[in-house]
C-alpha cells in the first residue's frame, strides 16, 4: 500500500479505470490510515471497501464482467476467481497496478518511482 500511495501521491486514476485498493485487515487499515496512506488513495479517487480478502475471495466487492480486463496484485487469476470467466486477469506489483491505474494501460511503475 505504501508503494501504491507514492506513484498516486498528486495524481488522479485514469477516467476508465477502477483502482479497487482493499485493506486485508482492520489492523492495515488502521495503519494506513495513520501513515495518510488512505488520504492519498482518496484524493486519488480509489474505490476503498471494507477491509477483507477483497477480489480474492470471488469478487465481493466489484466482480468483473465478461469484457473487463484486471491487473491485480494478488496472488490468483485463474479464469471465474474474480467474477466472469470471460473476464481477463493479469497479475501485477502493487507499483505496477498503480502506476496502470495513472495512465489506463499496463505501465513500468519505474517510471513513476
Known sequence: MRIAARILRGRR???NVVLNVTP???AVYRQALDEGLIHTFVDAGVFLPAPSCGMCSGG???PLGDDDVCLSSGTCNYPGRM???QAQI???SPA???ASAVT???TDPREFL
Open 13 to 15: 486514476v485514469h477516467p
Open 24 to 26: 486485508g485487515s482492520v
Open 60 to 62: 465481493a466487492n466489484t
Open 83 to 85: 467474477g466472469s470467466d
Open 90 to 92: 493479469y497479475l501485477g
Open 96 to 98: 505496477t497496478v498503480a
Open 104 to 106: 489506463g494501460r499496463i
